[in-house]
């Protein structure tokens, strides 16, 4: 029998494999997402996500002069805030002395050139946990108000902006926020600050850790009349026309890890480039069983970021960006 095609000759060596490598990984790729909280010299570690901590001001930037020095220069902020700082109306988004955009301009005083990414949702101010206003909360006929929630991510969309931000990521999934939010920071002078859309952000079982680490969770119900259903992929293709239309820059599909296919589907349908967000659960699942020995935590974690990339996406949020920096090293 006489072979023609031989393909393992292009996996003979190691020096062969990387000539023909189809997807690389870079630290320019990574975003990595950051949690802030109050105090002074204080450091808490996320207990369902090992090795990332909620960080104090002074700590964080010292840990974002970390991840600068192993490439990182992008950075995507979240305030864990008390409760008694929390309210119907997420009144504190907007408070120039309060902590998160306090932080919004201290990392940028600092670090002039790297990429600050917000949040633009109530769910972190909210006294019900919820990302947009609820009308009779906790009753049968408790609902998230779509069109009011509008009006108060314009406004902390313009405070974020004033504060210094480069990119604004709205992961509230109201009907027709990013035009709002573009709107209201054009009209404010902001046209340089770019759109990171949530587009297709999923009603995942994956955000618990997330969830833990801002203390952020729902009071009641669940997000399941915003955040998409996970069964849907035709309707990505909806929201990512939409936002598009509106003036998002880039989209973004969260989670990431099972929603590849529709990571695939916007590349393959949109010019934007496109976003993931390997989340909480995500790098948890990972870090667990690492921990228990049942697999390579090193390898694991740069086969799930290779595949997030292979699918088509452009740029990755995740919490392995520190490790992996490390051993992706800066070269493109």
């Given at each position: 029998m006489?072979?023609?095609?031989?393909?393992?000759?292009?996996?003979?060596?190691?020096?062969?494999?990387?000539?023909?490598?189809?997807t690389?990984?870079?630290?320019?790729?990574f975003i990595l997402?950051?949690?802030?909280?109050?105090?002074?010299?204080?450091?808490t570690?996320?207990?369902?996500?090992?090795?990332?901590?909620?960080?104090?001001?002074?700590?964080l930037?010292?840990?974002?002069?970390?991840?600068?020095?192993?490439?990182?220069?992008?950075?995507?902020?979240?305030?864990?805030?008390?409760?008694?700082?929390?309210?119907?109306?997420?009144t504190e988004?907007?408070?120039?002395n309060?902590?998160?955009?306090?932080?919004?301009?201290?990392?940028?005083?600092?670090?002039?050139?790297?990429?600050v990414?917000t949040?633009?949702?109530?769910?972190?101010?909210?006294?019900?946990?919820?990302?947009?206003?609820?009308?009779n909360?906790?009753?049968?006929?408790?609902?998230?108000?779509?069109?009011?929630?509008?009006?108060?991510l314009?406004?902390?969309?313009?405070?974020?902006a004033?504060?210094?931000?480069?990119?604004m990521g709205?992961?509230d999934?109201?009907?027709?926020r990013?035009?709002?939010?573009?709107?209201?920071?054009?009209?404010?002078?902001?046209t340089?600050?770019?759109?990171?859309?949530?587009?297709?952000?999923?009603?995942?079982?994956?955000?618990?850790?997330?969830?833990?680490?801002?203390d952020?969770?729902?009071?009641f119900?669940?997000?399941?009349?915003?955040?998409?259903?996970?069964?849907?992929?035709?309707?990505?293709?909806?929201?990512?026309?939409?936002?598009?239309?509106?003036g998002a820059?880039?989209?973004?599909?969260?989670?990431?890890?099972?929603?590849?296919d529709?990571i695939?589907?916007l590349?393959?349908?949109?010019?934007?480039?496109?976003t993931?967000y390997?989340?909480?659960?995500?790098?948890?699942?990972i870090?667990?069983?690492?921990?228990?020995g049942?697999?390579?935590?090193?390898?694991?974690?740069?086969?799930?970021?290779?595949?997030i990339?292979?699918?088509?996406?452009?740029?990755?949020?995740?919490?392995?960006?520190?490790?992996?920096?490390?051993?992706?090293g800066?070269?493109?």
């Amino acid at each position: 029998m006489t072979i023609i095609r031989r393909p393992r000759r292009n996996r003979a060596s190691g020096v062969i494999r990387d000539l023909v490598q189809e997807t690389r990984l870079s630290v320019h790729d990574f975003i990595l997402p950051l949690f802030v909280m109050e105090g002074q010299n204080v450091r808490t570690e996320v207990a369902s996500m090992p090795g990332i901590y909620r960080h104090s001001l002074d700590l964080l930037l010292d840990e974002i002069a970390e991840c600068v020095d192993l490439g990182i220069r992008a950075f995507d902020l979240f305030p864990n805030l008390p409760e008694t700082k929390k309210d119907r109306y997420a009144t504190e988004s907007t408070n120039p002395n309060g902590l998160y955009l306090k932080a919004i301009r201290a990392v940028k005083d600092r670090f002039p050139d790297v990429c600050v990414m917000t949040d633009v949702a109530m769910d972190p101010y909210s006294s019900d946990g919820h990302d947009g206003l609820v009308e009779n909360a906790g009753s049968s006929a408790g609902q998230i108000l779509n069109d009011p929630t509008l009006e108060i991510l314009g406004r902390m969309a313009v405070a974020q902006a004033q504060a210094g931000a480069d990119i604004m990521g709205p992961s509230d999934m109201m009907d027709g926020r990013v035009g709002y939010i573009r709107t209201a920071l054009d009209e404010a002078g902001y046209t340089n600050v770019g759109i990171m859309s949530y587009a297709a952000k999923y009603a995942s079982a994956f955000y618990g850790p997330f969830r833990d680490a801002l203390d952020s969770a729902p009071k009641f119900g669940d997000k399941k009349t915003y955040q998409m259903n996970p069964a849907n992929s035709r309707e990505a293709l909806i929201e990512a026309e939409l936002d598009i239309q509106e003036g998002a820059d880039m989209l973004m599909v969260k989670p990431a890890l099972a929603y590849l296919d529709i990571i695939k589907l916007l590349r393959d349908n949109t010019n934007v480039p496109i976003t993931a967000y390997n989340v909480s659960g995500e790098y948890a699942m990972i870090k667990a069983a690492a921990r228990n020995g049942w697999l390579d935590g090193d390898r694991a974690m740069m086969e799930s970021l290779l595949s997030i990339k292979r699918a088509g996406a452009d740029v990755i949020l995740t919490y392995f960006a520190k490790e992996a920096a490390a051993l992706v090293g800066s070269v493109q």
